[in-house]
């Protein structure tokens, strides 16, 4: 019996997604299936993979084009948040997976399908991120997952692929495993297993290597709009062309990767490499604007906040209870984080150098060590006093 006779397939044109097209119509008897490729910026053109598809014997491929949407949906609201997993990997890649989601319920409703596909396998993230997304989105809507059953290594999918006229883009001279969009790239698999091997310079794309960058530094001022980044010096962008022009300028001074060892959802250790050099220098700048027009309290409990944010985007919960009461606080701290930061980029390293804000709570009267100096010096010693109180009394009585 089928499991499914009309299913909506997150396509990629990647091996496990087009061996995914046949495998689900000659093994689990799905008679009909829509792929659905969504356009997140990956920089290359979806005619192909839409060819690729209808050949894997889909009835049709839906093109999606929603980089707005990941941007200002997805990748703002994080920025707001200074999400860095593992304070780290600014979650590039599950930044797009709710979005996906989202795209395979509407489709799936609009189609009339009665299931939704991945090609995900059973070790990584995006397996829960999927699921969890669609059972969120939609839990009556039936999840199927060939890659975490069909049991067949990788030689194996590609040869089963082969049978039906399906290529494998992977090569034994470039055996990395990637995923890319507009917010970066992510770099598995191959030598990279081993995490005492040094990534070679072909993997990455958007960044230089600094013996390859400018011998002059460049200067960047990024201007934000309650949390939101709005400017790149002075000129107003679109969101789309703001996150592409950091990219480029991010990664032709270095900027942006990343290698480090992440604990999986699963419970697995995987060494991974990434290129995000726009969403690690707006987030930087984000986080450095913040201290100049958040109150001490409020940026101390939001850094907590952000930790639990980025494991919950990691773990596939976007569109979870707790999530969605996180965003209602993150927004309120947003309201007076207008202001612009200005970046040095040079040999690798995006440093502030610079920011100043309408709302600013840095007073100079206040700050000042010169003639100009305000602040009220006697009450310190009275401050003093009632701040170390509990400690005193505490020695006193320990003697």
């Keep these: ?23 689900l119509k000659e093994e689990w008897g799905v008679q009909e299936v829509i792929a659905l490729a969504a356009d997140l910026g990956q920089g290359e053109e979806l005619g192909p993979i839409k060819a690729k598809a209808l050949k894997a014997g889909a009835a049709r491929c839906l093109v999606e084009d929603r980089k707005e949407s990941f941007v200002k949906d997805y990748a703002f609201p994080a920025i707001q948040a200074n999400a860095l997993y593992e304070n780290r990997y600014p979650l590039s890649t599950a930044l797009a997976r709710p979005l996906i989601a989202k795209l395979l319920v509407e489709a799936a409703a609009k189609y009339g399908a009665d299931a939704v596909a991945h090609g995900c396998t059973g070790k990584g993230n995006d397996q829960v991120r999927f699921d969890v997304s669609i059972m969120a989105l939609d839990p009556h809507l039936k999840v199927l ?34 995923d890319c969009n507009l917010l970066g790239r992510s770099i598995e698999a191959g030598p990279l297993e081993d995490p005492m091997t040094e990534p070679d310079e072909e993997v990455y794309a958007i960044t230089r290597a600094i013996f390859a960058t400018p011998d002059e530094p460049e200067y960047v001022e990024i201007g934000f709009e309650r949390g939101i980044p709005v400017t790149i010096n ?20 270095g900027v942006g990767r990343i290698d480090m060892v992440e604990n999986r959802v699963v ?5 991974e490499i990434y290129e995000t050099p726009g969403l690690l220098l707006l987030i930087q700048a984000h986080r450095d604007l913040e201290t100049l027009t958040l109150t001490a309290d409020v940026t101390s409990y939001k850094r907590g906040i952000e930790h639990t944010y980025s494991n919950l985007v990691y773990g596939g919960l976007w569109y979870s209870p707790l999530k969605g009461a996180l965003d ?14 200005r970046i040095k980029l040079f040999k690798g390293n995006g440093t502030i150098v610079g920011r100043k ?3 600013s709570l840095y007073a100079p009267d206040l700050a000042t060590y010169g003639v100009d ?27």
């Design 1 to 23: 019996m089928a499991r499914a006779k009309k299913v909506v397939l997150a396509y990629s044109g990647g091996v496990d997604t087009s061996v995914c097209i046949p495998y």
């Design 145 to 178: 997952a060939p890659a975490r059953e069909w049991g067949m290594s990788r030689e194996e999918t590609i040869a089963y692929g082969e049978k039906f006229g399906i290529t494998a883009p992977v090569k034994k001279s470039y055996p990395y495993s990637i």
């Design 234 to 253: 002075d000129e107003a962008l679109d969101s789309v062309t703001l996150i592409s022009r950091l990219n480029e300028l991010g990664g032709k001074h």
């Design 267 to 271: 419970g697995i250790k995987s060494r």
């Design 328 to 341: 209602a606080f993150i927004a309120q701290t947003q309201e007076r984080v207008s202001g612009t930061v």
């Design 357 to 359: 804000s309408a709302n």
């Design 373 to 399: 100096d305000k602040f009220d010096h006697k009450a310190a010693e009275g401050f003093i006093y009632i701040w170390g109180l509990p400690t005193k009394v505490w020695s006193q009585i320990r003697v």
